[in-house]
Nanobody, 127 residues
Framework: QVQLVESGGGLVQPGGSLRLSCVVSGFSLDYFLHYYAIGWFRQAPGKEREGVSCLTSDDGNTKYADSVKGRFTISRDIAKNTVYLQMDNLKPEDTATYFC????????????????WGQGTQVTVSS
């Protein structure tokens, strides 16, 4: 059973920055021999869950929602089993609960149906 734990959320003013972390555990040693995707989603009150950013194992290419391009950066540290989301120039519209997710045999387009999700970390952007 793969577990993901997010951290790094908090309250920031518009224009501020946060770095979210997602630590992955409980995976088999052969997990990283599979093609996999890992990424971030968010859900704000009254809104549907949306994909924020995603990274795949084959070449490390990254994808971003149009709303966050140029402001957010996804990265990974394999040695720490951790994926990060650096969020700069935050806007009130970024306020949401942020979740990380991962699955094998899917690309970023299919990650919304991932089998493993974290519990989320709250990001609030407000004055």
């Amino acid at each position: 059973q793969v577990q993901l734990v997010e951290s790094g959320g908090g309250l920031v003013q518009p224009g501020g920055s946060l770095r979210l972390s997602c630590v992955v555990s409980g995976f088999s040693l052969d997990y990283f021999l599979h093609y996999y995707a890992i990424g971030w989603f968010r859900q704000a009150p009254g809104k549907e869950r949306e994909g924020v950013s995603c990274l795949t194992s084959d070449d490390g290419n990254t994808k971003y929602a149009d709303s966050v391009k140029g402001r957010f950066t996804i990265s990974r540290d394999i040695a720490k089993n951790t994926v990060y989301l650096q969020m700069d120039n935050l806007k009130p519209e970024d306020t949401a609960t942020y979740f990380c997710a991962t699955d094998t045999a899917v690309d970023c387009e299919g990650l919304s149906g991932a089998g493993s999700w974290g519990q989320g970390t709250q990001v609030t952007v407000s004055s």
